[in-house]
């Protein structure tokens, strides 16, 4: 199975979770005689990489964090349907594996505020040890994606402040310095993907992009890209959101439990929209983004072509009109707990953020 595509070299994995690199036939790089001394390199980088635990592979649709890349494994999608995100170095590893146990202990807590988490983040399944690496551990989580057959995903980490309460003057320059307009509106972007049902490709849009976006154009470029499918904005799929944003600031508002610092909510829906027979396709051109993406870094744009499966029902497929589509589903939740503190105080940097962010979703709605 095709996994990683990136310039040419391709990697499959084995049931066993073994990685193969491969140069694709007849590319540059092959015609080049370079394939032997390509394969080498990529083989020496795998070898440091973790055996991947039966059953699993890469994330397919992740959009940021870590990846799998340079000797250590990112988030891996299980065969049964869940995700295995690879528990972090102590302390931040163990500090979300301890909140994930806290919030789906077999005994549930007497805090109201924890138990009402269940709902608001992926669920937990226990933790997974490698079969090889005895220090490799994996929390199995519910996969947000399971059943979106074309998911757009949108990872925003909260915030006005992304450093923890103990973090050294050198980390808090480094996460200010990321995205200097988030001390204004209290969230950014960390990576997206979109889809188009026309062309029927993936886009992914990763950090650089998201990097170059300020308070305005997040909104409108950011936002306005992602909640569009070829050009039409899925303004019922906006309303979901923001109504499942606010469930999450209700709880925010009551609780006085936690803080999160450089945590995530991840939108997604799915691009899979029904095909109307009637209407005229609607353009998709004035949002091709490629070219405006990633500082021309092509290992960043990761796209898949799917032209070639649709090609069939090109006749269809131009008949398309997002406009009309079923209401497609959307899952909002909150990830990523590797610095959430016990603090018995409202956590009013999430707060700010999460209000300017629904705040800019509306405004979105009314453009
Ligand atoms: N439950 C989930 N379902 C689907 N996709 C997920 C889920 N959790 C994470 N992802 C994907 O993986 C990406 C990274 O996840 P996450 O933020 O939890 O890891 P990380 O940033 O690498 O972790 P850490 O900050 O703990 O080092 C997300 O942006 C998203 O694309
Ligand atoms: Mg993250």
Not at 62 to 72: L, S
Not at 297 to 307: A, F, L, Q, R
Not at 343 to 366: A, Q, S, T, V
Request: proline letters at 5%; hydrophobic letters at 35%; one cysteine or more.
């Amino acid at each position: 199975m095709i996994l990683q595509y990136i310039k040419n070299v391709y990697i499959t994995f084995s049931d066993s979770g073994h990685q193969h690199p491969r140069v694709k036939t007849g590319s540059a790089l092959a015609k080049a005689g370079l394939k032997k001394i390509v394969l080498k390199k990529v083989m020496s980088s795998l070898k440091r990489m973790p055996t991947l635990p039966p059953g699993t592979k890469p994330l397919d649709n992740q959009v940021a964090g870590h990846q799998n890349a340079d000797g250590k494994i990112g988030c891996l999608q299980h065969d049964d349907g869940t995700i295995l995100k690879p528990v972090q170095y102590p302390p931040k590893g163990q500090r979300e594996v301890d909140f994930y146990q806290e919030v789906f202990g077999d005994q549930g807590s007497d805090d109201k505020a924890v138990l009402q988490l269940r709902d608001l983040v992926p669920k937990f399944h226990g933790i997974l040890h490698s079969p090889k690496e005895s220090d490799v551990r994996f929390m199995k989580l519910e996969n947000l994606l399971e059943d979106m057959r074309h998911p757009c995903v949108l990872d925003i980490k909260m915030g006005r402040k992304t450093y923890d309460p103990y973090a050294s003057q050198e980390k808090i320059a480094m996460e200010t310095a990321k995205f200097p307009p988030a001390k204004k509106i209290g969230y950014q972007m960390s990576g997206m993907q979109t889809y188009s049902p026309g062309t029927g490709k993936i886009q992914k849009f990763d950090k650089y992009f998201c990097k170059d976006l300020d308070e305005e154009s997040i909104v409108f470029q950011g936002f306005g890209k992602f909640f569009s499918l070829d050009g039409v904005m899925q303004k019922e799929v906006i309303k979901d959101v923001i109504e499942r944003l606010e469930e999450i600031l209700k709880w925010f508002n009551k609780q006085r439990t936690y803080n999160f610092f450089a945590s995530s909510i991840l939108i997604v829906f799915d691009g899979d929209v029904s095909i109307s027979s009637s209407k005229t396709s609607s353009s998709s051109s004035d949002l091709k983004v490629a070219d405006d993406c990633c500082n021309g870094d092509t290992d960043s744009i990761i796209e898949n072509d799917y032209s070639e499966l649709i090609s069939k029902d090109s006749e269809d497929s131009k008949k398309f009109s997002p406009s009309e589509s079923v209401h497609p589903k959307v899952q909002v939740r909150m990830i990523d707990f590797a610095h959430v503190y016990r603090i018995p105080d409202e956590d009013d940097n999430y707060i700010f953020g999460l209000k300017h962010l629904i705040y800019d979703l509306h405004r979105l709605l009314k453009s």
